[in-house]
């Protein structure tokens, strides 16, 4: 392996925008978190961009599916970073986004290339699971599965920013709990240091011959269950309801509170408030809508997923928990 970053700069690398550029040489590395996570910075990283290519900032730039190819760094063969857009994206609605990771995965599938290790990212200086962050971690465990865990690593960023104790506890607090029962299905917890390093250590650790056997696309290709019956879909379903439910709440609060109000000024920004959560709730129905799954449907995709839902019951429990504080 280099011994520095300044070597990963030099090594030749040809970024690639679709799949149909993947083989079945290729290995791939798909890279997948909430938006801000740090999944540009650490392709980047690895394969010594210079930090246009993929996209930065805290609005999604990776509203598509987007790819780089190197060789590895000591053995030469070509690596694939994916870079997968996150299910609180800027300009894409979460169902637009599932269709979008849904393509990739059955494109992949069928095209029996290597999708050898899927990163997950979080970033520790998160003190807490927000409602964000645990939709992206249900949706990422309807997408994969447990027989891809093996083939999962949880990578925690932005270490730089967090004091070390603060970030250690916070790493043991989401091991125990929210993790736990994917680190039980053999998932992997590492620490992305900003480093071409540590981002290869990542890899490289986790390399393994067997492909990640991702739920989704097996549901889509095998089972022959369209995107609304699989259990990402039915996962995104949820989703989006307990959003409307919790919206509505809000919505209700901001009404009591407008009619104690006797100043013109708090009336009227409450009202713009108000506005703007009845819209979104507008947005999330239709959302729903598109969504919309058959009883029948339902009830026989969740019979089919039961025995492999089972392991899962300890996180489930655990990602319905209300959010939980953590002291910075």
């Not at 290709?221 to 439910?245: M, Y």
Request: with cysteine; aromatic share 4%; hydrophobic share 35%.
């Amino acid at each position: 392996m280099a011994n520095s970053s300044d070597h990963a700069k030099q090594l030749p690398h040809t970024p690639t925008d679709n799949t149909n550029n993947i083989s079945q040489q290729d290995r791939i590395i798909a890279v997948m978190g909430p938006t801000g996570a740090g999944k540009s910075t650490l392709i980047d990283v690895a394969t010594g961009q210079d930090g246009h290519t993929v996209g930065h900032g805290m609005k999604s730039h990776t509203s598509d599916i987007r790819s780089v190819r190197v060789p590895h760094p000591t053995l030469g063969h070509p690596m694939i970073f994916v870079d997968t857009p996150g299910f609180d994206d800027t300009y894409k609605s979460d169902t637009e986004i599932l269709t979008i990771i849904a393509n990739w995965l059955v494109k992949t599938h069928k095209g029996n290339v290597n999708l050898a290790t899927i990163i997950y990212l979080h970033r520790i200086t998160d003190n807490r699971m927000a409602g964000s962050l645990l939709k992206n971690l249900r949706m990422f465990i309807s997408l994969c599965g447990q027989e891809a865990m093996p083939n999962v690593v949880i990578a925690t960023t932005m270490w730089g920013e967090v004091k070390k104790e603060n970030g250690e506890r916070r790493e043991k607090e989401l091991k125990e709990t929210f993790w736990k029962d994917l680190l039980d299905e053999g998932c992997r917890v590492e620490r992305f240091e900003d480093t071409y390093e540590s981002a290869w250590l990542i890899i490289d650790r986790h390399a393994t011959e067997d492909w990640a056997k991702m739920r989704l696309s097996h549901e889509m290709v095998d089972r022959r269950l369209t995107l609304q019956q699989t259990d990402a879909g039915i996962t995104l379903n949820n989703e989006l309801k307990r959003l409307i439910k919790a919206r509505k709440d809000a919505s209700r609060r901001l009404r009591a509170q407008t009619k104690k109000q006797d100043n013109a000024i708090i009336v009227q920004e409450l009202n713009v408030q108000q506005a703007e959560i009845d819209e979104q709730i507008t947005k999330t129905a239709g959302e729903l809508q598109k969504l919309k799954i058959p009883i029948a449907a339902h009830i026989l995709s969740f019979l089919g997923l039961k025995k492999i839902r089972s392991s899962f019951g300890v996180l489930t429990r655990h990602l319905t928990l209300p959010e939980s504080p953590s002291n910075s």
